[in-house]
């Protein structure tokens, strides 16, 4: 066995949540926000969940220091796995992703509270976020939560007519 398998194999997997952080504009158009790191590529607010944190405490404080932005947290969209490539030996990775509304006149900013520094966050349609996000896991997240917050929506529209 080699000494990176070994690795997986004795240690706790790291556990982190992700945010698909929406809104809708003023003009109803339902928006995702993305954050870009420094030298990285476009991709979703996520971080690590401490030891004293519930996964909505964790995802909450993730947001805030990547973005300055809070909200609710509802739905749970997904949860990935995978290994991460890190210059010590690899670590298995758990990401829990949850829907979190965002009020509609949030103003996201680049947080710099985390030790990762983000260059930029943007408020994107998501056919825009499928087209910037490189990542096919990453993509797979926005497009169910497109599709669930789409129902939603012609949900709560049928229930108002």
Known sequence: MTRNAESLIHHQPIHAVGAVAYRYDTQNRLQILLIKKRRGYWTLPKGKVAPTEDDASALLRELWEE??????????????????????????????????????????????????????????????????????????????????????SQNHGAADR
């Open 67 to 152: 973005t300055d932005l809070t909200g609710v947290v509802e739905d749970q969209m997904a949860q990935v796995m995978y290994i991460t490539p890190r210059r010590r030996l690899p670590r298995r990775k758990i990401v829990t992703y949850y829907l979190v509304q965002v009020a509609p006149d949030a103003i996201a900013t680049p947080g710099g509270r985390s030790g990762e520094i983000i260059e930029r966050v943007r408020w994107v349609t998501p056919a825009a976020a499928l087209r910037r996000v490189k990542r096919k896991r990453i993509r797979d997240i926005i497009a169910c939560a497109r599709n669930v917050l789409r129902r939603r």
